[in-house]
């Protein structure tokens, strides 16, 4: 059976062009890059390479880059060294819909004595610019809010959030995660001081990130062991991940402009026709949003079980991020949405890439209406909404 990959915002396929950069790493040029000889020398070149097109991909000098294992890491990374650097402040500022890698630090940071102000987002997900101005005090140390959400897409204003964080005397971290290589980011334009990004969401492998801190700011490393990273992060380098990394992220800067014309007239086909199913509707706003997201929910039927179906036909979608599906909750994300809960429960996120293709697309038009009457049939709260109604 084909297998149609539209979950690309859990997890991307290797670019071939990425392992063919890495392979000579693992068993040829397998120097260390930290060693005196030549041979480790070479190496250490070459992940100065890599370097420096992550740094390209964002604008940055590819002094700012260090490197990571995951993006969980440079999130906490990030926050955990600032938070180190300001003792005489106390206060974290973050919103309501970040990923866990951010949001699952709230109660051990509260444990840890700091003062957490979580924002709220709108009904289209959009941030709550007046409570972040109200939660903003004098002993915020860091505001940590995402660049763009990995089960809406939808875009948050950094510019202004830096802004903000700034006037509070406060660092931002922004965790960019879902929007690097999809969107243009231009570091020497905003205001973000630290940015997390992750190697698996851009057609590299899963275990490497990367973080960018803006240069002037001290940063006690968060793994504590040998000089690597100029001191800000311990541990022998990830060589051939890294090597990946800067290849998928020289790609990345080639395909944006597919990924805003191929990916999302893909995207916008698939959502148009899928709206057209009865009791439809996107979750998320409609323009500040990421070029190869869709968040549909399908009402009165469980996202879990269209996902089942999509699956046995060979289509992977998400009803959800990846970290919390398994729970039949409904996320956190469309909680602090407000989705209403006979949409929350039916929502299924289909996310692209510029390997999808039409005929692709074409195919999960033609299935999910299918999918979602058969479901629907079954439903007692369809049957329950269409007898009140006299139709459904
Ligand atoms: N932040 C966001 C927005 C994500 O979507 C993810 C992964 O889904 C992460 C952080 C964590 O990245 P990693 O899987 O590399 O740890």
Request: proline share 5%.
């Amino acid at each position: 059976m084909k297998v149609i990959y539209v979950d690309n915002n859990a997890t991307t396929k290797v670019a071939e062009e990425v392992t063919e950069e890495m392979l000579p790493y693992f068993s040829i040029d397998y120097g260390n890059p930290s060693s005196a000889h030549t041979f480790g020398g070479n190496v250490r070149n070459k992940v100065e390479e890599a370097r420096g097109k992550v740094a390209d991909l964002v604008g940055a000098h590819p002094t700012e880059i260090i490197f990571t294992s995951c993006g969980t890491e440079s999130d906490n990374a990030g926050i955990r060294s600032i938070l180190e650097i300001s003792s005489d402040r106390k206060h974290f500022v973050t919103s309501r819909v970040e990923h866990p890698a951010v949001l699952n630090l709230v109660p051990y940071l509260t444990r840890c004595g700091h003062r957490v102000s979580q924002v709220p987002v709108s009904k289209e997900g959009l941030l709550d610019m007046e409570m972040l101005s109200d939660a903003l005090e004098p002993h915020t140390a860091i505001v940590s809010i995402m660049y763009a959400n990995n089960e809406t897409g939808v875009i948050f204003p950094v510019e202004e959030i830096g802004e903000m964080a700034h006037y509070a005397g406060a660092y931002y971290h922004c965790d960019a995660v879902q929007a690097v290589g999809k969107i243009p980011i231009n570091l020497k334009e905003n205001n973000i001081d630290l940015l997390s990004i992750s190697g698996h969401k851009l057609h590299a492998p899963k275990g490497i990130g990367a973080l960018y801190v803006r240069k002037g700011i001290r940063f006690p490393p968060f793994i504590i062991g040998g000089h690597q990273e100029s001191g800000r992060r311990g541990g022998t380098e990830n060589v051939p991940y890294i090597i990946g990394l800067g290849k998928a992220c020289e790609l990345a800067k080639k395909n944006i402009e597919k990924e805003n014309t191929h990916v999302k007239a893909l995207r916008d086909r698939l959502e148009k026709n899928l709206l057209a199913i009865p009791e439809t509707r996107i979750n998320g706003h409609l323009e500040d949003r990421l070029p190869n997201t869709t968040n549909i929910s399908f009402r009165y039927i469980e996202g879990e079980a269209i996902l089942l179906h999509l699956s046995s036909i060979g289509i992977c979608a998400s009803s959800g991020s990846a970290c919390t599906s398994g729970s039949l909750q409904p996320s956190h994300v469309l909680r602090a949405m407000g989705v209403p809960y006979d949409y929350a429960h039916g929502s299924i996120r289909f996310s692209l890439s510029p390997y999808n293709t039409q005929e692709e697309i074409d195919f999960i038009i033609e299935k999910m209406p299918g999918i979602v009457n058969r479901l629907r049939q079954i439903s007692p709260y369809w049957k329950e909404a269409a007898a009140g109604k006299g139709s459904a």
